[in-house]
């Protein structure tokens, strides 16, 4: 009888354990690093977006919309449905804190669910409740950013309202949301606003409006929305649309976008007070929470 059988067993299964372990290791890292990479390209692609970026168009709009609205003075900044908090850099003296929804599924009214937050974000500072409200006390806030986040929310009502309570009399709120744009549910997606309908809920909550603005608009929206159609929509390239969407598609991305800034510069940001820009991608607004006499 060989002795060292058992020995030899032994090791054998003590090395496919390593290895399994070795192998989970890496592939953990892998996704981590991928995590991580993800991150990262969201936060350039908001703060330095550039021509040839698939959001380039929308993207580079709302950021000259968000570095018109920023400040340096040390104010309490908060983020409301931060995300990635791309934008945190352009308040350098602020206190910046964060809100964001919780790590696992959770529902309010048992017919909505709120999504998940993003594993590879960095967890916030402060947890959304599942009814759309954040665990601190009322007149916390200078500032209040929430970018891209109230077409998201099961209830904006209940967001903007918070918004009001956790601002400081004299506090302000710089909200930008969609106005035409494709869905893009993360994973929920559930509505769109005309520039009177944002100004109406925003009222309604008692906040007062300083200024709105329409971004991305007219061409430069209808550019957009090409840019959508000619990379997803799909056609044989027999008939003669699928022909001319095919030869579109060797058209490069950079080219399209630096088309439309030299074209169409004027209608990156425009006030919602100037007629015939009907069409528009996004909108911003400055509201404020008026001062207690």
């Known amino acids: 009888m060989n002795v060292n059988l058992p020995i030899m067993?032994?090791?054998?299964?003590?090395?496919?354990?390593?290895?399994g372990t070795n192998s989970s290791n890496a592939e953990k890292n892998s996704?981590?690093?991928?995590?991580?990479?993800?991150?990262?390209?969201?936060?350039?692609?908001?703060?330095?977006?550039?021509p040839g970026d698939p959001l380039y168009l929308p993207l580079s709009d709302l950021l000259l919309a968000v570095?018109?609205?920023?400040?340096?003075?040390?104010?309490t900044v908060l983020?409301?449905?931060?995300?990635?908090?791309?934008?945190?850099?352009?308040?350098?003296?602020?206190?910046?804190?964060?809100?964001?929804?919780?790590?696992?599924?959770?529902?309010?009214?048992?017919?909505?669910?709120?999504?998940a937050r993003n594993e590879g974000f960095a967890t916030p500072d402060y947890t959304i409740l599942p009814d759309g409200r954040i665990p601190e006390g009322s007149n916390t806030f200078d500032y209040i950013l929430s970018t891209q986040v109230l077409e998201h929310v099961p209830n904006p009502e209940t967001h903007l309202l918070e918004c009001f309570r956790l601002l400081r009399p004299g506090g302000k709120l710089f909200l930008t949301t969609h106005g035409s744009y494709e869905d893009h549910g993360s994973p929920y997606d559930y509505r769109r606003w005309?520039?009177?309908?944002?100004?109406?809920d925003l009222q309604k909550t008692g906040l007062h409006i300083l200024s709105m603005e329409k971004l991305t608009t007219g061409p430069r929206a209808i550019m957009w929305f090409l840019q959508i159609y000619i990379e997803t929509m799909g056609s044989s390239r027999k008939s003669l649309l699928g022909l001319i969407q095919w030869l579109c598609r060797a058209v490069p991305r950079r080219w399209i976008h630096m088309l439309a800034d030299r074209l169409y510069s004027d209608c990156r940001i425009v006030s919602a007070d100037v007629s015939g820009h009907n069409i528009y991608l996004c909108l911003s607004t400055l509201a404020q929470r008026p001062s207690e006499a």
């Open 31 to 50: 996704d981590e690093k991928l995590e991580q990479t993800l991150v990262e390209r969201g936060i350039r692609e908001r703060l330095f977006p550039k």
């Open 194 to 200: 005309t520039a009177e309908g944002l100004k109406y």
């Open 67 to 75: 570095r018109k609205a920023a400040t340096s003075e040390p104010v």
């Open 79 to 115: 983020d409301y449905g931060a995300g990635l908090a791309p934008y945190r850099s352009l308040f350098p003296n602020s206190q910046y804190r964060t809100a964001d929804v919780a790590s696992t599924i959770t529902s309010f009214d048992g017919l909505i669910g709120t999504p």
């Open 9 to 19: 067993l032994m090791a054998s299964v003590v090395g496919e354990e390593i290895l």
